[in-house]
C-alpha cells in the first residue's frame, strides 16, 4: 500500500503531517490504532474524529495543537482507519473503546476534543470519568434539541417507519459486502461532497492516508457494514442535558454553514444548555468540519481557551 | 434454503438451521415438528441471557412445528468481540431467520417480547401475532438513560450467553411512546383482530404503554397460542 512508502504519496499539503506514532490498544478484543503527535512526554490531549472519518483527516489540525507543546492523542474507531472491523457497532461500544485508549494515558485530568460523532462521545466520556478531564471542547458536536421542528407526529412517525425499513434493508445486505472502489480521483471527488470547501489537493492527500489500495482500485479503510444513522429510541436532549453539569471549562465551536453531513443545530438550540461559563463560538462561512476547513482558526482558538 | 416450503415437511426435531446476519451465524433450532407441519410455524424468541430450549416448554401447546432462534452472543450463536449489542442488532437476527422459515406467529420472553413487538412492526406480512409473555429483560434500562458509566463485564467463561450481551442489553432503554409508536405501525399494517397479545404479568413502562394501546389483546399465552394457531 502507499501508505507505507511515503515518497508515494503526492502533493501532501503544507503543514500536513502524519502522526509522530502508532501504537495498537486492545479494547475488549478489538484492535484500535491510536495515532500521536508531538512529544511522548508533553501534557497529553484526547482527540477523537467523528463518524466515518478516521485520525489521518487531522493530519493538519492534530500537529498545530502539537507544535504548541501537548501529546495528541487520537484514534481510530472500531471499523474506521487502521483499526479492527468489529462484529458490532454501538454507541456504547464506542465509548468503552475512548475508555481504554484514556485508560493507556497518564493518570491525571486532560483535555478533551472531538468533532461531531467524536464531541458527542468525549461529552459522554467527560461524564463518565469526571476525574479524568480538566477541559472540553466540542467541534460541531452538538445535536439540537429540537430538531425537525416543523415536522408533524404524522411525518415524524412515518420517518420512523422509514428509517426502521431502510435499517433492515441494510443488514440484509452485509454479508460479504465491499465499499466501491475507485481512482484516488473518484475517491476524493465522493469525498468533496461532504468538504464542499475543501481542495483538490487535500482530498487526493486523504485518500491516500485513508483508503488502501486494491487490485481493482481504492477504497476508503471504512468497515462497509457500518451506517450512518440507525433506528433506536436516541433523542438529541439526552446528549444535550450532558452539558449543564460538566464541571470543567468547555468550548463550543458550531460552524454556521448548514451541511448534509452537520447535525442541523443553531446556536440558539445549545446556549440553554451550556454549563455557567461555557465558552461558545459561531463560525460563519464554515461548514461541519471546522477543524479540517479552518484548522489554523479553530486549533487557535481550542489553545487560547486551554491557556 | 427456505425451510418454510418443501424442506419444512422433512425437519426433524432439534435439526438446527444456520442464519446468517453480517458477522454473525446465528443458530435456528428446529424445537418440534408438530402434528401438522403444514400449519405456520411458531418462533420462540428467549430471554436475555437465556437460549432456545431443547425440548417443547411444559404447557406449550402449537399445531405447526416450533422453531427458536439463539439470538447473536447466546445459545449456539456466534460471540461478537468486544461487545456492540443494541436491541435494533436483535431485530435484525429475527429478521434473518424470517427470511429462512417465512412467514411465524412469535412467542417472546422477557427481551424476546420486547424484540418481537419491534420485528411485527418491521415485518407485518410475516409476523402474524406475537405473544409477549415474561421473562429475563423484560425491563430493559428504563425509560431514558441512567448516569453514564462503562461497565466492563466480569471476565467469565468464553462461552454463551456472551456477558457484553448481559450488561449492554440490560441497559437498553425502551421509552415507552417509541414502544407505543411500533404498536401502532403493527395494529395499521396487520389484518388480525389483536396482532399482538400482552402476556407477561410484570409490566415495565414500555409494556404497560403497549398493554394500554387500543387493538391490543390481553390473555394468558396458552390462550394467545390457541387464538393465534386458530387464524
Not at chain 1, 502507499?2 to 501504537?23: H, L
Not at chain 1, 461524564?127 to 439540537?144: C, E, F, K, Q
Not at chain 2, 418462533?43 to 427458536?68: C, D, F, K, M, Q
Not at chain 2, 388480525?192 to 397479545?197: D, F, R
Amino acid at each position: 500500500m502507499s501508505i507505507d512508502s511515503p515518497s508515494k504519496i503526492f502533493a501532501q499539503p503544507d503543514g500536513a503531517r502524519r502522526p509522530a506514532r502508532r501504537r495498537q490498544v486492545d479494547a475488549a478484543g478489538v484492535a484500535l490504532s491510536v495515532a500521536e503527535w508531538g512529544d511522548e512526554q508533553a501534557p497529553p490531549l484526547l482527540l477523537a474524529h467523528g463518524g466515518f472519518d478516521f485520525a489521518e483527516t487531522l493530519n493538519m489540525f492534530a500537529p498545530m495543537l502539537a507544535d504548541a507543546g501537548y501529546r495528541v492523542v487520537s484514534w481510530d474507531q472500531r471499523g474506521h482507519g487502521e483499526s479492527a472491523w468489529a462484529h458490532l457497532y454501538s454507541w456504547e461500544a464506542d465509548i468503552r473503546d475512548a475508555a481504554a485508549v484514556l485508560a493507556t494515558l497518564p493518570d491525571q485530568p486532560l483535555p478533551f476534543i472531538g468533532h461531531s460523532k467524536g464531541g458527542s462521545m468525549v461529552m459522554h466520556l467527560a461524564n463518565v470519568a469526571p476525574h479524568r478531564v480538566s477541559a472540553l471542547v466540542n467541534l460541531d458536536g452538538l445535536p439540537s434539541g429540537n430538531n425537525m421542528p416543523d415536522v408533524s407526529e404524522l411525518e415524524r412517525t412515518r420517518m420512523q417507519r422509514d428509517e426502521m425499513d431502510r435499517w433492515l434493508a441494510h443488514r440484509r445486505t452485509l454479508s460479504n459486502k465491499q465499499r466501491r472502489p475507485g481512482t484516488i480521483e473518484e475517491l476524493a471527488e465522493r469525498r468533496g461532497r461532504m468538504n464542499p470547501r475543501m481542495t483538490t489537493e487535500w482530498l487526493q492527500y486523504l485518500v491516500q492516508v485513508g483508503a488502501r489500495q486494491d487490485a481493482d482500485g481504492w477504497r476508503w479503510r471504512l468497515d462497509p457494514t457500518m451506517r450512518m444513522g440507525g433506528f433506536g429510541p436516541w433523542r438529541p436532549e439526552w446528549s444535550m442535558l450532558r452539558l449543564p453539569g460538566l464541571g470543567v471549562p468547555m468550548l463550543g465551536v458550531m460552524g454556521l454553514e448548514l451541511e448534509t453531513m452537520g447535525w442541523g443545530s443553531r446556536p440558539a438550540d445549545v446556549q440553554p444548555y451550556l454549563s455557567p461559563g461555557a465558552q461558545f463560538e459561531g463560525l460563519e462561512g464554515v461548514g461541519h468540519f471546522v477543524h479540517i476547513e479552518q484548522p489554523r482558526l479553530v486549533a487557535d482558538l481550542i489553545l487560547e481557551f486551554l491557556s | 434454503m427456505t425451510v418454510s416450503d418443501e424442506a419444512s415437511k422433512s425437519i426433524q426435531s432439534g435439526d438446527l438451521v444456520w442464519v446468517r446476519h453480517n458477522r454473525i451465524d446465528l443458530a435456528l433450532h428446529v424445537v418440534a415438528t408438530g402434528d401438522d407441519p403444514t400449519h405456520r410455524p411458531l418462533l420462540l424468541l428467549h430471554g436475555l441471557g437465556e437460549r432456545t430450549p431443547s425440548t417443547v416448554p411444559a404447557n406449550l401447546r402449537w399445531p405447526g412445528p416450533i422453531y427458536g432462534l439463539d439470538f447473536t452472543g447466546h445459545g449456539s450463536s456466534t460471540i461478537p468481540v468486544g461487545g456492540g449489542y443494541t436491541s435494533e442488532i436483535l431485530v435484525g437476527d429475527v429478521d434473518a431467520a424470517l427470511e429462512e422459515i417465512g412467514q411465524v406467529t412469535i412467542l417472546g420472553r422477557g427481551l424476546g417480547a420486547y424484540i418481537g413487538l419491534l420485528i411485527a412492526a418491521a415485518r407485518p406480512t410475516l409476523v402474524h401475532g406475537v405473544v409477549m409473555s415474561d421473562g429475563p429483560g423484560l425491563v430493559g434500562g428504563g425509560i431514558h438513560p441512567g448516569s453514564p458509566s462503562v461497565p466492563f463485564p466480569a471476565p467469565w467463561a468464553a462461552t454463551t450467553p456472551d456477558p457484553f450481551a448481559l450488561i449492554e442489553l440490560a441497559r437498553d432503554v425502551r421509552p415507552p411512546d417509541y414502544a407505543q409508536t411500533y404498536v401502532r405501525f403493527v395494529i395499521e399494517s396487520s389484518n388480525l383482530e389483536k396482532a399482538l397479545m400482552v402476556c407477561a404479568v410484570a409490566r415495565p413502562e414500555w409494556l404497560a404503554a403497549v398493554a394500554a394501546e387500543p387493538g391490543v389483546g390481553h390473555s394468558t399465552v396458552d390462550e394467545a397460542l390457541q387464538m393465534y394457531a386458530a387464524l
